[in-house]
Structure formats: C-alpha cells, structure tokens
C-alpha cells in the first residue's frame, strides 16, 4: 500500500511507504526510488516542535514559497523583488531564504556582510528597511565564498530552526524562497509548514521545454504535498530594451547604430502623428519620439510546447504571467536594491509585468486587503 496523499515524493516507487514514515528511506520498496537518500534524511513521525513552529508563524497572515524544479531560472530575483514590492505598498513582510547550499537572497537585497542577533523573542531578522526582514544561511557563514557541505539532516535542523526562532513578528506576507529540486529541503519545509498558515507556491519557470520538463515535477510535487499552486511565472520572456541600448552593424561589420537611431525616432514621430494626440500608440513609442522612447523586443529561448502558459493549461494551475529579460532587473539584483525604485524604473521593461503578476498574487491570497488597510508607503 502506497503512503498517504501528501506524503509521496514526485517519482516514488510503487507501495512507496510515504516520506514521513519510519521506513522511508529503508524499506524494500525504496530500494533504487531516486527519492531515497532524501526520504531517509527527512524528519519522520510525529515532531514535537511542530506545535512551536505553528505558535511562531501564527502572527503572520500570508505565508508563498517560490519554487521552481529547476537552477537558474530567477527564482530568486523574484522572491527578492516580490518583498521588495510588497514592502512599498506599505505590508510587513519577511524573506526566509532556504537554500541553504546556494543563499543569493542577502546580496540581491544589499546586506551582504551583515550578522544574525538574537535577542529575548529569539533570532531576529537582518532589515533592509523598516517593514522588510530577510534571514538566511548568507548571515552565517565568516567568508562568503565559504561552500555549505551539509547532508540532509543538518540542513533540516537549520530549516526548522528558521521556523521556529526567527521572530518575524506581525508580518503581513513572509516570502519563502527555496532551492531547486524536490529534494530534502523541499520535503523538510513541506512537513513543517503543515500547521501554519500557507497560502500557496508561486513556480518560477524559463519559457525553453528543458526547463518546463523539470517545473512540470515540482508543480505536482505541490500536489502530493497538499501545496496550493497559486500559479506560474514565466520568467526571461523575450528580451524587451530601450532602443539606444543596442548596437547596430552592417553585414560588412560597419556601426550603423547612429543611423539606426536616427531613423527610428523618425518612425516614431510619423507613428505620434498619425495617431494624434499619441494616445493609441504603442507603449514605448509615445511622446516627441526620441529612440530612447521606443522599445525594441524579440524572444529569446526557442519555445517548442506552449512555453510556460501551456504547461499552466495543462496542468490546471493559473498562469500570472511573464517577466521579460532585462538589464535593468539584472542590475537591480547585483546592486541589491528594488526594481522599482527611482533608480531602476525609468528603462525597466520587468518592472510593469512584475507589478501585474503581483496585483494577481495579492487577489489570490486575499492580500489586497492588508494593503488598503496599511496604505501605500
């Protein structure tokens, strides 16, 4: 008999005895389950600081995890930006960083360097500004080239402790980012999680079918573990810039972009003219139609299978939306600042679609509320 509804990893043998069971890991029907090393190094039975767990989260109202099956795709960057556009409208919000070999979260929010202190209500968070707390395994290391070389327990341990002692306080979102896979970490925090309030995952994909193949198994990882999909983002979409950012050459090799430019803000001004007052004008392309206006866009990644908003279709999940490529959100991530800034909005094709995708997050989860009732900082 296979093990209960929530408790087999994405996979799993047949008569797989469940991830929490005292065998798992061990019994015959593990042998060769590519699940097995995981299954054997997570926590088993009844926990006794699940109940504390439960007790430390209860103040906070919104709990998403950001996942995605695969490296590489910008989960974190979203996780980072998503706190940070929280936080402007005015919520209390935390980001527990859980991946635990790999923590980028302190350096795409500007604290690398800083230091965990505790105090009597337990560890308390590093803030980047008032309402934003961030806590990660980057806090702890002395030198951060230093590598993690943890097996499975000792990371739990350290994923639990997060749960248990960080004190968030009254928090009105706490935005989880998580490694890639389905592995120890992601069995770890679905177990804990369990008796706190968690509103669902957001899955982070690139549009290419290598990366969706691997999406396809955390989404129904959500499934087995009783994770709510609150929907997908399809990230590096397309590469949408500001025309002057590029370089134009000739066949012959010759820089052409002058005259490029230069026929461009022509286009765009007989486009205004046409259009009147430029009210229907493409985004982009408004105003006195100076190239620095128009917007250029072509994909990127060759899209064989519907890309992210097919997978979402046929998996039954809802779709957010998609985030193009952009130097802007790049740079945001290596400055270790938001997107949306003063400093990062004027030329960011990222910064509209993250907002839309995150007004579609608030709806999901209800937290539309919490920001009419704090106000817009």
Request: glycine share 12%; charged share 15%; aromatic share 4%.
């Amino acid at each position: 008999m296979s093990g209960p509804q929530g408790q087999v990893p994405e996979g799993a043998n047949q008569h797989c005895p469940g991830a929490e069971d005292e065998q798992a890991g061990k019994a015959s029907a593990c042998e060769g389950c590519p699940n097995q090393a995981a299954c054997a190094t997570a926590p088993k039975g009844s926990d006794p600081d699940l109940d504390a767990i439960a007790a430390r989260l209860a103040p906070i109202k919104h709990i998403v995890l950001v996942l995605s099956g695969k490296g590489g795709v910008g989960k974190s960057t979203f996780s980072a930006q998503l706190a940070f556009a929280l936080a402007a409208r005015g919520l209390e919000v935390g980001l527990l960083d859980i991946d635990i070999c790999g923590p980028s979260v302190p350096k795409m929010l500007g604290l690398e360097g800083e230091e965990i202190h505790q105090s009597g209500a337990g560890w308390s968070p590093v803030y980047v500004q008032e309402n934003l707390g961030v806590m990660s395994i980057g806090f702890m290391l002395p030198n951060a080239d230093d590598p993690v070389i943890w097996r499975g327990p000792r990371k739990n341990g350290l994923i639990k402790q997060f749960l248990k002692d960080v004190h968030w306080g009254d928090c009105d979102y706490l935005v989880i980012d998580s490694p890639p896979g389905t592995s120890d970490e992601h069995i770890s925090i679905a177990q804990f999680l369990k008796a706190a309030n968690v509103d669902g995952a957001v899955v982070v994909t690139t549009p290419q079918e290598v990366s969706i193949i691997d999406v396809r198994k955390e989404i129904n990882f959500c499934k087995k573990t009783g994770i709510p999909v609150l929907g997908v983002v399809e990230n590096m979409s397309g590469l949408r810039q500001p025309l002057p950012s590029f370089k134009f050459f000739s066949p012959s090799g010759t820089d052409i972009t002058s005259a490029v430019l230069q026929a461009a803000a022509a286009a765009a001004a007989a486009a205004d003219a046409d259009a009147g007052s430029g009210s229907s004008a493409e985004p982009g392309s408004r105003g006195s139609g100076s190239p620095g206006e128009v917007m250029a866009e072509t994909a990127v990644f060759h899209v064989s299978g519907g890309g992210a908003a097919g997978m979402a279709a046929d998996m039954q999940v809802p779709y957010l939306g998609s985030v193009p490529l952009d130097s802007a959100l790049s740079r945001a991530g290596e400055e270790g600042r938001s997107v949306f800034d003063s400093a990062g909005s004027a030329n960011s094709s990222s910064g509209p679609a993250l907002q839309a995708i995150i007004n579609k997050l608030l709806v999901a989860t209800g937290g539309q509320q919490s920001v009419a009732a704090n106000g817009t900082k």
